[in-house]
């Protein structure tokens, strides 16, 4: 298996623009995460889907952040409007069960001028 | 609630000295703990896991040990080298008395090891 993939790796757009973050979770694997990560937060959890449903989206930061996974093999994080402080590195990660190990993708670094 | 208490870095060291990291955690039931490992760019990767009470987790050298007692899980490896240095993350699942409940990170020590 080729691991969880994200695209792009890399993404730099300015403030005000829509960005869309991809992912591409493990075969198999019920359950999918969205993190972010900054220097002063850390790593946060945004949201979490099992068996592509919504679960908990406590994480969200506000009404710009929407995440979908239409399919098992497939989710989006979506920002719109994008703003400076947005920026930071989105990983996706992956599970079979809830509590079991997570297998995170290399990441999306997002930067918004 | 349940939680991850990581000492906070960096952690500076010189090759092949002695590692410590600690990690305590706070949960209800008995929960799997966990450390990973994060080096720069990349995501995080599982680095060892304990399951139950006095379990040793172990790998490429790294060791950690479910203490129930004291509700600890600290890191250890005998000699560091340059390559490992990144950032470690201790988190812990599994809680709960219906063994559920997602991962809880702690918020990472970074650790430098110096040629």
């Known amino acids: 298996d080729a691991g969880v993939i994200q695209s792009p790796r890399h993404e730099v757009t300015e403030m005000g623009q829509e960005v869309t973050l991809r992912c591409k979770p493990i075969?198999?694997?019920?359950?999918l995460f969205w993190y972010r990560q900054t220097m002063m937060r850390g790593l946060e959890l945004l949201i979490y889907?099992?068996?592509?449903?919504?679960?908990?989206d406590s994480g969200m930061p506000e009404d710009r952040f929407s995440a979908k996974m239409p399919n098992a093999s497939f989710s989006t994080l979506k920002i719109q409007p994008s703003e400076p402080r947005d920026s930071a590195v989105y990983f996706c990660?992956?599970?079979?069960?809830?509590?079991?190990?997570?297998?995170f993708g290399p990441g999306t670094r997002l930067t918004v001028l | 609630g349940n939680s991850v208490t990581q000492m906070e870095g960096p952690v500076t060291l010189s090759e092949e000295a002695f590692l410590t990291i600690n990690c305590t955690y706070t949960?209800?039931?008995?929960?799997?703990l966990f450390w990973y490992v994060q080096y720069p760019g990349e995501g995080l990767q599982l680095l060892l896991k304990?399951?139950?009470?006095?379990d040793k987790g172990s790998n490429k050298g790294f060791e950690a040990t479910y203490r129930k007692e004291t509700t600890s899980f600290h890191l250890e490896k005998g000699s560091v080298q340059v390559s490992d240095s990144a950032v470690y993350f201790c988190?812990?699942?599994?809680?709960?008395?219906?063994?559920?409940?997602?991962?809880?990170f702690g918020q990472g020590t970074t650790l430098q090891v110096k040629p």
């Open positions: 990660a992956s599970s079979a069960t809830l509590s079991d190990e997570q297998f």
């Open positions: 304990a399951t139950k009470a006095d």
């Open positions: 988190a812990l699942g599994r809680f709960g008395s219906s063994n559920t409940g997602k991962l809880i």
């Open positions: 949960a209800t039931g008995y929960p799997s």
């Open positions: 075969s198999g694997h019920d359950y």
């Open positions: 889907f099992n068996n592509n449903v919504p679960i908990d």
